[in-house]
Nanobody, 117 residues
Framework: VQLQASGGGSVQAGGSLQLSCTATSMFSINIMDWYRQAPGKERELIAGTTADGAINYADSVKGRFTISRDNDKNTVYLQMDSLKPGDTAVYYC?????????????WGQGTQVTVSS
C-alpha cells in the first residue's frame, strides 16, 4: 500500500486549504484518516473515516475541518477552513486495511501546512 498526499502549503489565518491523499492498494481499505504533528508535539489524530461512512473529528478541528472520501478512487480529502496558526504542522494520511484483529496500517509521506497570523 502506498499513500500519496498533496495540497499542503502556506496560508494566512482565516484561510483555507484542501489536502488529498490517494492510496494505491491491492487490498481493501477500511480506515482512512488524517494525523498531524506540530514541532515538539506528538502526532495526533484529527479526522477519520471508515469504509462504511463513519466520521470522527478531534475537538480541536471540529466545525472547521471536513473529511470526505471517494472509495472508488481510494482517496481521502481534508478541507480545512478558518485556519489558525495553531494548525501549523506536518499532516499525514493514514490507512488501515480491512480485516479482523489488527490489520496492517500505512502512512503517507506528510505534507506541511503553515498558517501565519
Amino acid at each position: 500500500v502506498q499513500l500519496q498526499a498533496s495540497g499542503g502549503g502556506s496560508v494566512q489565518a482565516g484561510g483555507s486549504l484542501q489536502l488529498s491523499c490517494t492510496a494505491t492498494s491491492m487490498f481493501s481499505i477500511n480506515i482512512m484518516d488524517w494525523y498531524r504533528q506540530a514541532p515538539g508535539k506528538e502526532r495526533e489524530l484529527i479526522a477519520g473515516t471508515t469504509a462504511d461512512g463513519a466520521i470522527n473529528y478531534a475537538d480541536s478541528v471540529k466545525g472547521r475541518f471536513t473529511i470526505s472520501r471517494d472509495n472508488d478512487k481510494n482517496t481521502v480529502y481534508l478541507q480545512m477552513d478558518s485556519l489558525k496558526p495553531g494548525d501549523t504542522a506536518v499532516y499525514y494520511c493514514h490507512a488501515v486495511l480491512r480485516g479482523l484483529g489488527s490489520p496492517p496500517a500505512f502512512w503517507g509521506q506528510g505534507t506541511q501546512v503553515t498558517v501565519s497570523s
